[in-house]
């Protein structure tokens, strides 16, 4: 009789073999194996095998960077799986909705700016950064515990940069969360570490003061190596532009920041590099790269000198500011502008949502954006590199016809979600498709509504959506900023 050859199964593998094999797996092939035994679950369970499925997606299947509440040093694999699921999986309905909602302590606070214009969440959720009418930037700790009740104390980011008798202070805002020069190590540690926030201040017609701007470095403190609070570090620039302007939107990156403003005869976006301008006043020669435009709601600033603008005449464009635009010492009123070509034009021919434009995401070696519109979102593909080709750049519909709740003033689009508050106060969730977010057909992968009656029962209804699509973290605020409500979104359902 032949001897029987001795079995071998996965499990007799060694240990050490088995986890080079999972090091290689993707999230749903380690979330399948851990299913096969015991002994699979074990070995798939190890800090080591996650932490590199986590570095091996990012700029693949997750952004780089990605911002977790933690260090990947210190979370476990239980974390990290939680910060991939919450990032890739769709949200359980629940009904009716779950909601914490926190006083904010605000007796000692200036009038806020409406919430709309300079409130903004942070990546992983943390703190939301808002201007005041006195041109000062405070900011909330909502801490880690989604379900917390206790009041907030906002705490002073920036200093008011004008003189406490000045009326009627436009203020705008732009944080930088993309740029190696405004995160430095945060990009290593995968958690927010320091960031550049940009404060640009003037007054009114009637008593016009120069344009003022403001570069600031933020640092995150740290307790036992995870952020913990925000402090201010230097201010990294200041100059100041002529005024008499309308100050209309701001973006920082790099050491790039860009203002579009309104005069007279001149309507146009400003590029300035912060480093070269700072201490320099008004009148003092300071280079400027001119990008002229009727009125352009939105501008962001892109890696490798783009820049993407939306316009009063619903039109997204695309320019390389710095080989395309002119340059100038002249001062905005000294400039007779021609009109430049984008390399990118999309006339959308419909009423753009410029204030729900998503933060621009890079990921497979592109600066992707969603533009949303009140009857298409689009999704623009924009490569990066010595050998990308404007040619290549794509556009994909992600989003038609969205539903009546994200055509309201509460709406915020993601990267692979759009969420939407209606008037009568239904929560709308919009999932896209992973790859092409239409999966060809121009419908959502999923479209999840959850009841809000609770919110009827406010004396201020929300007047702000915040979203953050790291933590999945959903805000509302009033016109007041006198509370915060956050959506519980802790259910996500298992693949």
């Known amino acids: 009789m032949a001897p029987t050859r001795p079995k071998h199964t996965l499990v007799s593998v060694p240990d050490e073999l088995l986890t080079l094999i999972l090091l290689e797996l993707q999230l749903c092939d380690l979330l399948s194996i851990r299913r096969v035994c015991r002994h699979l679950n074990a070995i798939s369970s ?7 499925l986590f570095e091996q997606s990012l700029g693949v299947t997750i952004p780089r960077p990605f911002f977790l509440p933690k260090t990947l040093k210190s979370a476990s694999s239980r974390d990290i799986e939680g910060f991939l699921r919450k990032w890739h999986q769709y949200w359980r309905p629940v009904h009716p909705v779950q909601f914490f909602k926190r006083p904010i302590r605000c007796a000692d606070l200036p009038e806020p700016i409406t919430p709309n214009d300079t409130s903004i969440i ?5 703190w939301i950064i808002s201007g005041y009418r006195d041109g000062s930037v405070w900011y909330i700790d909502l801490g880690h515990d989604p379900t917390s009740t206790t009041a907030l104390e906002p705490q002073l980011l920036v200093p008011a940069s004008l003189p406490d008798d000045t009326d009627d202070i436009q203020i ?17 540690h995968h958690t927010l570490r320091q960031f550049n926030v940009a404060v640009v201040t003037s007054s009114s017609y009637d008593d016009p003061l120069p344009l003022n701007i403001d ?6 403190c740290t307790e036992l190596g995870d952020p913990a609070s925000l402090t201010l570090g230097p201010r990294l620039s200041n100059f100041t532009e002529e005024g008499d302007v309308a100050l209309v939107s701001v973006g ?11 005069l007279d005869h001149t309507k146009c976006v400003v590029v300035v590099d912060w480093m070269e301008a700072d201490g320099k006043g008004k009148d003092e020669q300071f280079t400027r790269w001119y990008l ?5 709601n939105s501008i962001h600033l892109l890696p490798e000198d783009q820049i993407l603008t939306t316009d009063n005449s619903d039109n997204a464009a695309l320019f390389n500011w710095r080989k395309d635009c002119p340059s100038s010492t002249l001062r905005p009123s000294e400039q007779d502008l021609d009109h430049v070509s984008p390399f990118y034009h999309r006339a959308m021919d419909q009423l753009i949502y410029f204030d729900a434009i998503s933060p621009p995401t890079i990921l497979r070696c592109c600066v992707q954006v969603v533009i949303p519109a009140d009857e298409e979102a689009i999704r623009v593909d924009i490569p990066l590199g010595p050998d990308a080709d404007t040619d290549s750049i794509r556009t994909i519909s992600i989003l038609k016809h969205p539903p ?18 209606s008037g009568d106060y239904v929560l709308t969730v919009i999932h896209y498709s992973p790859e092409d977010g239409t999966g060809g057909n121009g ?20 007047d702000r959506l915040l979203y953050d699509e790291f933590s999945q973290r959903i805000v509302l605020i009033d016109a007041d900023v006198s509370y915060v409500l956050t959506v519980d979104t802790s259910s996500i359902a298992e693949q």
Do not use: C, M
């Open 46 to 52: 190890g800090a080591s095998v996650w932490r590199r």
């Open 122 to 126: 942070t990546p992983g959720g943390r």
């Open 172 to 188: 705008k805002i732009a944080l930088d969360f993309s740029s190696g020069e405004s995160l430095g190590q945060s990009v290593d």
């Open 215 to 220: 570069v600031w470095r933020v640092h995150v």
């Open 252 to 262: 920082l990156h790099g050491r790039s920041v860009a203002y579009s403003i309104l």
């Open 292 to 296: 002229p435009l009727s009125r352009a």
């Open 404 to 421: 009546y709740e994200l055509a309201g003033r509460l709406r915020v689009f993601g990267h692979r979600r759009a969420i939407g508050l």
């Open 443 to 462: 419908s959502p992968t999923r479209v999840q509504s959850f009841e809000f009656p609770e919110l009827t029962k406010l004396e201020n209804p929300p």
